[in-house]
């Protein structure tokens, strides 16, 4: 098969005393990510979605939340180790569509740097990564300023 298409989404509490990263990008904010890792859902949304792509499983097989090797891990080594495993597989990205729900900070500010932080790791031109970003307009735990969600969906070209 020349084209495999993946999909995935991440959700994380948001609580204080952490940073909140998104797509390797520290975003002002007085709440972050409540995660074994870093808690970057993009990263880890964009990474999952490779990894369904090629039937490899979810992001808990590679890393796991249960080992100490993987406890406040840069989420851009997740990325890159599941690049180097869909490179393996003869495997690239063609583009990417993520899409992040918050209920604030407004991320319009950041989207051009997440998507180009995003494109550097993934080794494709920033015209092949699409970030958005909106609420949940008061609905459910990101509705209600709790948490942070990122859904990707990935279509990778041998």
């Known amino acids: 098969?020349?084209?495999?298409?993946?999909?995935?989404?991440?959700?994380?509490?948001?609580?204080?005393n952490r940073k909140l990263i998104l797509?390797?990008?520290?975003?002002p904010?007085?709440?972050?990510?409540?995660?074994?890792?870093?808690?970057d859902v993009v990263f880890h949304a964009v990474s999952e979605s490779i990894l369904g792509a090629l039937a490899l499983g979810d992001l808990g097989k590679h890393f796991p939340d249960t080992s100490d090797e993987t406890l406040n891990m840069d989420s851009a080594f997740i990325v890159k180790k599941v690049v180097s495993m869909m490179e393996e597989k003869g495997f690239s990205v063609g583009n990417v569509d993520v899409f992040i729900s918050i209920e604030k900070p407004k991320l319009a500010p950041y989207i051009i740097n997440m998507r180009e932080n995003l494109a550097k790791l993934l080794k494709v031109d920033v015209s092949c990564v699409s970030i958005k970003a909106g609420?949940?307009?008061?609905?459910?735990?990101?509705?209600?300023?709790?948490?942070?969600?990122?859904?990707?969906?990935?279509?990778?070209?041998?």
Do not use: Q, R, Y
């Open 135 to 158: 609420t949940n307009e008061g609905f459910g735990k990101v509705g209600e300023g709790k948490a942070v969600e990122a859904s990707s969906i990935v279509l990778l070209k041998k």
């Open 29 to 39: 904010f007085e709440l972050g990510e409540k995660a074994h890792s870093d808690g």
């Open 23 to 27: 797509s390797g990008i520290i975003v």
């Open 1 to 16: 098969m020349d084209f495999k298409v993946g999909f995935s989404k991440d959700i994380h509490e948001l609580v204080p």
